[in-house]
């Protein structure tokens, strides 16, 4: 069956830096976008980073833009999410959503999602 299995997650100081992992399997991907969304407690599910399949075309949260990287390996089909320059306001637990979507920040248009990843950071 398909899986999006979500590491790199861990507590880190404000300031500090994370990589996200995001490995899929079960199906073909060919096509499809990756994204990873984010949930703190009490909060909705929010849109923090999205990419094409081809790569060429990423997609941010203004919250994030400048901070956080997403990139993907599609030999290994594992998308990425590079953060730097972390605040305590980025603590959440954090989704891979892969799907084929016209509009990458809308999460009803992704068909997979992963467990989740818990990020804390630190004041």
């Known amino acids: 069956q398909v899986q999006l299995v979500e590491s790199g997650g861990g507590y880190v100081q404000a300031g500090g830096s994370l990589r996200l992992s995001c490995a899929a399997s079960?199906?073909?991907?060919?096509?499809?976008?990756m994204g990873w969304f984010r949930q703190a407690p009490g909060k909705e599910r929010e849109f923090v980073a999205a990419?094409?399949?081809?790569?060429?075309?990423?997609y941010y949260a203004d919250s994030v833009k400048g901070r956080f990287t997403i990139s993907r390996d599609n030999a290994k089909i594992t998308v990425y999410l590079q953060m730097n320059s972390l605040k305590p306001e980025d603590t959440a637990v954090y989704y891979c959503?892969?799907?084929?979507?016209?509009?990458?920040?809308?999460?009803?248009?992704?068909?997979?999602w992963g467990q989740g990843t818990q990020v804390t950071v630190s004041s």
């Open positions: 959503a892969a799907g084929y979507v016209t509009s990458s920040s809308h999460r009803d248009q992704y068909a997979y």
């Open positions: 079960g199906r073909t991907f060919r096509g499809y976008s």
């Open positions: 990419i094409k399949w081809s790569g060429d075309s990423t």
